[in-house]
């Protein structure tokens, strides 16, 4: 079981940087694929960012060259660097787990959520 709580989410303006943290449970984290999910109302979950355990990282297209994913194993933690904000980044962001070497981009191949952190960027 892994159990994961995001924190760092909040308003900002666009243009501006935001940090996002997730803490993992478990002494297995570093097996597991990690990755950040977002969401707004009515539409599905999209995939941003995620990482395998060897740091291998892959973006999703509306993100890349503006945010970056990292992983700290000794601690736990997985790291999203939003740089650049747009109002089209406001969303619930979601960390993910999968006990997989790959990086999914589905978010059904995911087994493990945190509840989520809400990231609002203003114009």
């Known amino acids: 079981q892994v159990q994961l709580v995001e924190s760092g989410g909040g308003l900002v303006q666009a243009g501006e940087t935001l940090r996002l943290s997730c803490a993992a449970s478990g002494r297995t984290f570093s097996f597991y694929g990690m990755a950040w999910f977002r969401q707004v109302p009515g539409k599905e979950r999209e995939f941003v960012a995620g990482?395998?355990?060897?740091?291998?990282?892959r973006y999703g297209d509306p993100v890349k060259g503006r945010f970056t994913i990292s992983r700290d194993n000794a601690k736990n933690t997985v790291d999203l660097q939003m740089n650049r904000l747009k109002t089209e980044d406001t969303a619930v962001y979601s960390c993910?787990?999968?006990?997989?070497?790959?990086?999914?981009?589905?978010?059904?191949?995911?087994?493990?959520w945190g509840q989520g952190t809400q990231v609002t960027v203003s114009s």
């Open positions: 993910a787990a999968r006990a997989n070497i790959w990086i999914e981009t589905r978010a059904e191949a995911y087994s493990y």
């Open positions: 990482i395998s355990p060897s740091d291998t990282t």
